[in-house]
């Protein structure tokens, strides 16, 4: 993989799915579906790759196995920032841990440091927080909690609200699970009249401590593309989460892209 920033992709042609009035719409209709039902979590994003489970290998390979965040950052005190949460899905199986994950000799197959799920939508929020509550890890419920706070990652200033108290420097491990597909398919601009996806690496880099990693997964972006979108400056390529691939028109694809980059550490 190449070391240098490459040219950055063509934009995605805007979409109701770059715009916060779906996604407020979206989560309102996942909170009556399950205020009726309370077996019914909402959408599990990229479910139909296994990309939860996936990345969940991944992470415990890279993380516990290879101690690419340093030796002192165990399953048990690694911190996970969320950006664009849903529903907090992911967060939760982090949290409850893996049947395929061997227990660590502490006896923890879940994942114990500090948690935080943001979205720029107050109705994800309220449903991340009923969920977590019906899962005894929402407020009040000690070091097992899973945060959740509204916070817009492209607009809002992350001290204090994301950047305090243990993370103040950034988090361990930074995710984004789509994320970036929906920021590039809307048709805002910046008040440099870039589309504001141009922006979103500079909005992310600062929550991310030195030597720490962010793993991003796109159904929209190539790993080839989300490398040139990434890579370079205070970012550098790690590694990329294999998927099922099919072929067409003599050429390979994934259905989905999960690429891992690490902040440089100039301590």
């Given at each position: 993989?190449?070391?240098?920033?490459?040219?950055?992709?063509?934009?995605?042609?805007?979409?109701?799915?770059?715009?916060?009035?779906?996604?407020?719409?979206?989560?309102?209709?996942?909170?009556?579906?399950?205020?009726?039902?309370?077996?019914?979590?909402?959408?599990?994003?990229?479910?139909?790759?296994?990309?939860?489970?996936?990345?969940?290998?991944?992470?415990?390979?890279?993380i516990v196995n290879e101690g690419i965040l340093g030796d002192w950052v165990t399953r048990g005190n690694?911190?996970?920032?969320?950006?664009?949460?849903?529903?907090?899905?992911?967060?939760?199986?982090?949290?409850?841990?893996?049947?395929?994950?061997?227990?660590?000799?502490?006896?923890?197959?879940?994942?114990?440091?500090?948690?935080?799920?943001?979205?720029?939508?107050?109705?994800?929020?309220?449903?991340?927080?009923?969920?977590?509550?019906?899962?005894?890890?929402?407020?009040?419920?000690?070091?097992?909690?899973?945060?959740?706070?509204?916070?817009?990652?492209?607009?809002?200033?992350?001290?204090?609200?994301?950047?305090?108290?243990?993370?103040?420097?950034?988090?361990?491990?930074?995710?984004?699970?789509?994320?970036?597909?929906?920021?590039?398919?809307?048709?805002?601009?910046?008040?440099?009249?870039?589309?504001?996806?141009?922006?979103?690496?500079?909005?992310?880099?600062?929550?991310?401590?030195?030597?720490?990693?962010?793993?991003?997964?796109?159904?929209?972006?190539?790993?080839?593309?989300?490398?040139?979108?990434?890579?370079?400056?205070?970012?550098?390529?790690?590694?990329?989460?294999?998927?099922?691939?099919?072929?067409?028109?003599?050429?390979?694809?994934?259905?989905?892209?999960?690429?891992?980059?690490?902040?440089?550490?100039?301590?």
């Amino acid at each position: 993989m190449a070391t240098n920033s490459s040219p950055k992709p063509t934009h995605l042609e805007p979409s109701p799915l770059g715009t916060k009035e779906y996604w407020d719409n979206l989560y309102t209709a996942e909170i009556t579906n399950h205020s009726l039902d309370p077996s019914d979590e909402g959408t599990i994003w990229f479910d139909d790759s296994a990309a939860e489970d996936k990345i969940l290998a991944f992470l415990e390979e890279k993380i516990v196995n290879e101690g690419i965040l340093g030796d002192w950052v165990t399953r048990g005190n690694c911190t996970f920032l969320d950006l664009g949460t849903g529903n907090g899905h992911f967060l939760f199986r982090l949290r409850e841990g893996d049947d395929e994950v061997v227990d660590d000799e502490e006896g923890q197959g879940g994942w114990g440091g500090r948690m935080l799920g943001v979205d720029y939508s107050k109705k994800s929020v309220e449903f991340a927080r009923r969920i977590a509550g019906d899962k005894g890890v929402g407020i009040g419920s000690g070091e097992m909690e899973v945060e959740f706070e509204w916070w817009d990652v492209m607009s809002q200033d992350p001290v204090a609200a994301v950047l305090e108290g243990r993370t103040e420097r950034g988090w361990d491990v930074v995710l984004d699970k789509g994320t970036f597909d929906a920021i590039s398919l809307s048709e805002e601009k910046d008040a440099n009249g870039r589309r504001i996806c141009e922006g979103y690496k500079e909005r992310v880099v600062p929550l991310i401590r030195g030597g720490g990693i962010l793993l991003v997964t796109s159904c929209n972006w190539t790993e080839e593309e989300l490398v040139a979108w990434f890579q370079g400056g205070e970012l550098e390529y790690v590694d990329t989460i294999k998927y099922k691939s099919f072929s067409f028109g003599g050429r390979k694809g994934q259905t989905i892209s999960s690429v891992c980059f690490k902040k440089h550490d100039f301590r």
